[in-house]
């Protein structure tokens, strides 16, 4: 055989070899992109959202599984997918444990938050079936590979590593190319309801409905995106729009008291366990269909900024000198104070909370430097956290001054949940302080009756969230005998608002018969306490005191500041005070990334998830109108954020 031939002869070889390598990656990224795209699929089915441009994702899948065509080793290249696939499958079973307890989803910045999540987290919330598909999908794929590699025969010819890097730039190029161009073509323009908005906003503020446009992969992608790439546009500070009402100034000089109920849901009002609480709602101002569902960090943060911002997590780790406040509204005039029984660094309270403009700020150890049983540094979140009641006690000489103006502004934790029958949990507590046997009593009165009747878990359950709540009313009622001895009740405003609904095993949901899917039935599920007290107040209202407008914790600091007669610039907040003749009944919740009012609900601002047997086309059309000016107030407020960075 001549030279040439043997050349020939040769080259064949390796040409047929090369083939070989093609075939055999091909055939373990087709499994990759096979179980890829069931976990995604998956995804989707549970968070009940259906991908518009899947084909943007299988792109992605193909860009990071090319780089199996620069392994010689079959065994090498199924390790790296298997990994991949791996991810897929915790991906798939965080969103899906998300969606169970919050309606919400995975994004990047709840990477700030994981320390936190992994103190409060609790096993229970975990959806046992779709963990078990995860794990039994990721062992089927893990077997089918093995048998595929176990009946691929191993090439005889070694390829140099830039043959393989050459086979990897054309598919990974290739891919890249096609995946930029779909990408600009998707996002290029974001248009709700005919009016454009910035991609940073489309992503961070309606993520659902990013995530269901862009894919899940594609979404991640498009987060990052909007953290590492900043806009070119040069922000401007919105106009001072002063508002005013027939109110203002109505409660000019008086002091305030604002609480924000962990947990703090209508159905433990009860005027035989809970009257001081009940007097409150009786007397003053009660908003009967104020709804929140957001974390607690979240309305704590409205409560005390009227705004949170949708960019990402920032603001906690940066210096931020931001003015509209309500604490650095009032700093000049009145003595600014926050108190929660935790530790400063749960929610990065010990930094936020001075960004805030709080001149003082009282958290675990400054409220009881003593040891105490349940504290180790932190809480074991059993449910054996100090009572209200007695935190309360130590909080009153920090929070009411006699001969200064104040606002104090107190976070409650002890009806935070779990509400377990065990001896980790403020049970013993409760009975020994009697609140059980107030419960029977009351129920035997017929003064009182637990929702869970008939079963027995979920009975007990109950009648602990209502001792919870019989702690908090002891509490409060201590706030008022201190006001009352210092005669300051007439000069101070009381407000009380609840941050999220009872969510702890599934309360919210248990109580209506409703699944997870079934979340958006906001007028069934996400109804929470606002009452505003005060005797003049009282008074003025006294013939119209019960509000029937849908309302929100974004009310509270634009209306306080209304009453208070503070000028405040509209751009400022996200509501305007619920005196104004302009103000927008809806709520936008951060956790669900939805707009939504009792009887609409959506997640994109133009289309619906929910609405209302009753609704009128009329309602639709104006609910979608003020959609439009809520995210249009939401991306000023973005804004806002930006350019007050110190």
Do not use: C
């Not at 930094?351 to 074991?380: A, M, R």
């Amino acid at each position: 055989m001549d030279i040439s031939a043997k050349i020939k002869l040769v080259y064949v070889e390796r040409v047929k070899a090369m083939s070989g390598l093609i075939k055999q990656k091909i055939g373990l990224l087709s499994t990759y992109l096979l179980f890829g795209l069931i976990f995604e699929l998956l995804t989707f089915y549970n968070l009940g959202l259906t991908p518009t441009y899947l084909i943007l994702d299988i792109l992605i899948f193909l860009l990071v599984g090319s780089l199996i065509f620069l392994f010689q080793s079959n065994k090498v290249a199924f390790l790296y997918l298997m990994i991949l696939v791996g991810l897929l499958d915790v991906l798939f079973v965080t969103n899906v444990t998300m969606m169970k307890v919050f309606y919400d989803i995975f994004s990047f910045d709840k990477i700030f938050l994981i320390n936190l999540v992994d103190d409060v987290f609790d096993w229970r919330f975990i959806p046992l079936k779709d963990l078990f598909i995860g794990i039994m999908l990721l062992i089927v794929y893990v077997v089918l590979n093995i048998i595929y590699l176990y009946n691929t025969k191993p090439l005889k010819i070694t390829y140099s590593i830039v043959k393989r890097v050459q086979l990897f730039l054309i598919i990974f190029l290739g891919t890249l190319l096609i995946f930029i161009t779909g990408i600009k073509v998707v996002s290029k323009n974001i248009y709700i309801n005919g009016v454009q908005f910035p991609d940073e906003l489309y992503v961070t503020s309606l993520k659902k409905s990013a995530f269901q446009h862009y894919g899940m992969l594609t979404f991640y992608y498009k987060e990052i995106e909007t953290f590492l790439v900043e806009e070119n546009d040069e922000i401007e500070t919105p106009p001072l729009e002063l508002r005013k009402t027939d109110y203002y100034g109505l409660l000019k000089g008086k002091n305030i008291i604002t609480i924000m109920i962990e947990s703090g849901q209508e159905m433990a009002i009860n005027e035989y366990l809970t009257p001081t609480l009940y007097r409150l709602r009786g007397e003053g101002l009660y908003f009967a269909e104020n709804y929140s569902i957001n974390k607690t960090n979240v309305s704590e943060h409205i409560g005390i900024v009227g705004s949170y911002p949708t960019i990402n997590y920032a603001f906690l780790i940066e210096n931020y000198n931001l003015p509209f406040t309500l604490p650095r509204i009032l700093n000049d005039k009145y003595v600014t104070s926050y108190f929660h029984d935790n530790n400063g660094e749960f929610y990065y309270r010990d930094v936020l909370l001075k960004q805030l403009g709080f001149e003082h700020i009282y958290l675990h150890d400054d409220l009881f430097p003593e040891n105490l049983p349940n504290w180790n540094g932190k809480w074991s979140w059993t449910g054996n956290y100090t009572l209200d009641s007695k935190t309360v006690e130590r909080i009153i000489p920090h929070m009411i001054k006699e001969d200064e103006l104040f606002y104090s502004f107190w976070t409650t934790l002890s009806m935070h949940g779990p509400y377990d029958d065990d001896e980790f949990s403020n049970r013993d507590t409760f009975i020994e302080l009697g609140y059980f046997d107030l419960i029977e009593e009351a129920e035997s009165l017929g003064l009182w009756s637990n929702p869970f009747k008939g079963d027995a878990t979920g009975e007990f359950q109950f009648k602990y969230y209502q001792a919870a709540m019989m702690d908090l009313d002891v509490a409060v009622q201590k706030i008022i005998d201190a006001l009352t001895e210092k005669s300051l009740l007439e000069d101070t405003i009381i407000i009380l608002y609840g941050d999220h609904q009872a969510y702890y095993h599934d309360f919210h949901l248990r109580l209506h018969d409703l699944t997870t899917q079934q979340s958006y039935r906001v007028d069934l599920l996400y109804d929470t306490i606002l009452y505003m007290w005060n005797p003049i107040l009282n008074e003025t209202f006294k013939d119209n005191r019960i509000i029937t407008t849908f309302t929100s914790p974004y009310i509270i600091v634009p209306t306080l500041l209304d009453l208070l007669g503070e000028e405040y610039g509209a751009n400022w907040y996200m509501s305007l005070s619920v005196f104004d003749k302009d103000y927008v009944p809806i709520f936008y919740s951060h956790q669900q990334n939805a707009l939504m009012t009792n009887r609409l609900y959506s997640i994109d601002g133009e289309t619906l998830i929910y609405q209302a047997d009753d609704v009128t086309e009329q309602e639709i059309e104006t609910f979608l109108q003020n959609s439009l000016i809520i995210l249009e107030r939401q991306n000023k407020i973005n804004k806002l954020y930006k350019i007050n960075q110190e």
